[in-house]
């Protein structure tokens, strides 16, 4: 049967058309061809950018189909006993994307917005990420809709390993590699990893990344996205002949990626003058403390009332000016509704998809340089990696030896992308995906098609 037939129709996964190969698709392009509604679907984001680096790399048609959607979806309905006794079905998703270049790979988020386009995106930008950085996966993601902040520890525990049962057959170190992502952390991971473990009648700890140290976790992981982050602000910084200490920067999201992203560039000198969450900001325009911030939030589990700051408006604090704005919190922050105030000189994205691509047009226009989140945001799936195979070799590196790779492996794909991004004349956001879409597309068609 011609590969044509076995392609689900495009309507079945997006109301968008797959171009012919060699044709700009434009259908993204212009804020007035769009709703905010299909400006700020992950997967329409995702295929809108695949689509142009496709075409600007002349992408055999074939190919272009394989690639645009995902190898494997999978749906799972999770019985779960909740603590009052009663019943509840939650349903969680899994999306592999590519496994061309090795095992999927990709994080689990608990959240009552997820749905399955989201993962579907987030899946295919693993795909792209690991390409970007050169690690020998492909991309997968998956998510569970609830509300974990309204979940006990022993209700997420049930849930956690109910929905790993259910993948059982479809995870594990040479298939697909899960990690932490939204609301999930080291604790939901070594859920998984046991869970994983009992059904195999063995310890398997590189089924998952993002684990606790005592149980094959790597040095260096937890930090590992924002410490990334750091790296990539640096290299801006040279290439825009800019210096750490004049410049200032602002953070949305104070949890994993932007806590520790903004304690790495505190720590080299940057001064942090803002901090965005969901419910309010902090400014200081002489910079904040960051470490004594974090303090702050461990003792009293919010950002809020820290006394060497002002309060600010979450919406007015990503608008003020700044030499680096670091959306590190979620997906469509920078939208066509606020791009055209966006006031940074370099837009850093430690978030996944936090640009639409109406936005991108207008940072473009404006002269705000972006680090695309398939580059930015490497570092965690990087270390991942590291983890992955120090777990299979058994023999454990230092933080030491763990960083120096990570930053020599986010700097050379810096200077990767911004080449790419010459040669071809286009942003750094379509060259990140020209030069993942170029390897993954060489590897699938040097694989061949299993008939
Ligand atoms: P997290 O749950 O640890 O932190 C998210 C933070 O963002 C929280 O502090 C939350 O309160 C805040 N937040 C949520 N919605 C917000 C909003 N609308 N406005 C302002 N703040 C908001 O999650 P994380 O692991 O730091 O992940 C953040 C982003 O980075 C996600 O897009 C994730 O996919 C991406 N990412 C994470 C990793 C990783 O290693 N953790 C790696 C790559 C990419």
């Given at each position: 049967?011609?590969?044509?037939?076995?392609?689900?129709?495009p309507?079945?996964?997006?109301a968008?058309?797959?171009p012919?190969?060699?044709?700009?698709?434009?259908s993204m392009?212009?804020?007035?061809t769009?709703?905010l509604?299909?400006e700020?679907n992950?997967w329409?984001?995702?295929?809108?950018?695949?689509d142009?680096?496709?075409?600007?790399?002349n992408?055999?048609?074939?190919?272009?189909?394989?690639?645009?959607?995902p190898?494997?979806?999978?749906?799972?309905?999770?019985?779960v006993q909740?603590?009052?006794?009663?019943?509840?079905v939650?349903?969680?998703?899994?999306?592999q994307?590519?496994?061309a270049?090795g095992p999927?790979?990709?994080g689990?988020?608990?959240?009552?917005?997820?749905?399955l386009?989201?993962?579907r995106?987030?899946?295919?930008?693993?795909?792209?990420?690991?390409?970007?950085?050169?690690?020998?996966?492909?991309?997968?993601?998956?998510?569970?809709?609830?509300?974990?902040?309204?979940?006990s520890?022993?209700?997420l525990e049930r849930?956690?390993?109910?929905?790993?049962a259910?993948?059982?057959?479809?995870?594990?170190?040479?298939?697909?590699?899960?990690?932490p992502?939204?609301?999930t952390?080291?604790?939901?991971?070594?859920?998984?990893?046991?869970?994983y473990?009992?059904?195999?009648?063995?310890?398997v700890?590189?089924?998952?990344?993002?684990?606790?140290?005592?149980?094959?976790?790597?040095r260096?992981?937890?930090?590992?996205?924002?410490r990334?982050?750091?790296?990539?602000?640096d290299e801006?910084?040279k290439?825009?002949?800019?210096r750490?200490?004049?410049?200032t920067?602002?953070v949305?999201g104070?949890g994993?990626?932007?806590?520790?992203?903004?304690?790495?560039?505190?720590?080299?000198?940057?001064?942090i003058?803002?901090?965005?969450?969901?419910d309010?900001?902090?400014?200081?325009?002489?910079?904040l403390?960051?470490?004594?911030?974090?303090?702050?939030k461990?003792?009293?589990?919010?950002?809020h009332?820290?006394?060497?700051a002002?309060?600010?408006?979450?919406?007015d604090l990503l608008?003020?000016p700044?030499?680096?704005?670091i959306?590190?919190a979620t997906?469509?922050?920078?939208?066509?509704?606020?791009?055209?105030r966006?006031?940074?000189r370099i837009?850093c994205?430690?978030?996944?998809?936090?640009?639409t691509?109406?936005?991108?047009?207008?940072?473009?226009?404006?002269?705000?340089?972006?680090?695309?989140?398939?580059?930015?945001?490497?570092?965690?799936?990087t270390?991942?990696y590291f983890?992955?195979?120090?777990?299979?070799?058994?023999?454990?590196?230092?933080?030491?030896?763990?960083?120096?790779?990570?930053?020599r492996?986010?700097?050379?794909?810096?200077?990767?992308?911004?080449?790419?991004a010459v040669?071809?004349?286009?942003?750094?956001?379509i060259?990140?995906?020209?030069?993942?879409?170029?390897?993954?597309?060489?590897?699938?068609?040097?694989r061949?098609?299993y008939?």
């Amino acid at each position: 049967m011609a590969l044509e037939n076995l392609v689900p129709p495009p309507e079945a996964l997006s109301a968008r058309p797959v171009p012919a190969a060699g044709k700009k698709d434009s259908s993204m392009a212009t804020q007035t061809t769009v709703s905010l509604a299909q400006e700020t679907n992950p997967w329409e984001a995702q295929a809108a950018r695949f689509d142009t680096a496709a075409s600007k790399l002349n992408l055999d048609p074939g190919l272009w189909k394989v690639l645009r959607f995902p190898q494997r979806e999978i749906i799972v309905h999770i019985p779960v006993q909740m603590d009052n006794g009663q019943v509840e079905v939650f349903t969680g998703y899994r999306v592999q994307h590519s496994v061309a270049r090795g095992p999927a790979k990709g994080g689990i988020r608990y959240s009552p917005d997820v749905s399955l386009d989201e993962v579907r995106a987030l899946a295919s930008w693993m795909t792209w990420k690991c390409a970007v950085v050169n690690i020998p996966f492909g991309g997968a993601k998956g998510g569970v809709i609830c509300d974990p902040r309204t979940m006990s520890q022993g209700e997420l525990e049930r849930m956690t390993r109910r929905y790993t049962a259910e993948l059982i057959e479809f995870i594990g170190p040479e298939k697909d590699v899960p990690a932490p992502d939204m609301n999930t952390n080291e604790q939901t991971m070594a859920w998984i990893m046991d869970t994983y473990s009992m059904h195999m009648r063995q310890t398997v700890t590189s089924v998952v990344t993002g684990k606790p140290i005592n149980m094959g976790g790597s040095r260096g992981r937890r930090e590992a996205t924002g410490r990334g982050v750091s790296v990539v602000c640096d290299e801006a910084l040279k290439h825009l002949g800019m210096r750490p200490e004049d410049t200032t920067v602002i953070v949305q999201g104070f949890g994993n990626v932007g806590s520790n992203a903004a304690k790495c560039l505190w720590n080299k000198g940057y001064k942090i003058v803002g901090i965005v969450e969901y419910d309010g900001g902090l400014y200081n325009v002489n910079g904040l403390d960051i470490s004594e911030l974090l303090e702050y939030k461990a003792r009293h589990s919010t950002i809020h009332g820290f006394p060497e700051a002002e309060a600010a408006d979450k919406d007015d604090l990503l608008t003020r000016p700044c030499g680096i704005l670091i959306p590190a919190a979620t997906e469509n922050v920078l939208t066509s509704l606020n791009a055209d105030r966006i006031r940074a000189r370099i837009v850093c994205e430690g978030a996944n998809g936090p640009t639409t691509t109406v936005a991108d047009e207008i940072l473009a226009a404006n002269g705000v340089f972006v680090i695309p989140d398939i580059l930015a945001n490497a570092g965690g799936v990087t270390t991942s990696y590291f983890e992955w195979v120090q777990d299979r070799m058994g023999y454990f590196w230092t933080e030491q030896e763990v960083n120096q790779r990570l930053d020599r492996i986010m700097s050379d794909s810096f200077t990767d992308v911004l080449q790419y991004a010459v040669a071809h004349n286009v942003d750094n956001r379509i060259a990140a995906y020209m030069l993942a879409v170029d390897r993954v597309a060489y590897t699938t068609k040097q694989r061949g098609m299993y008939a």
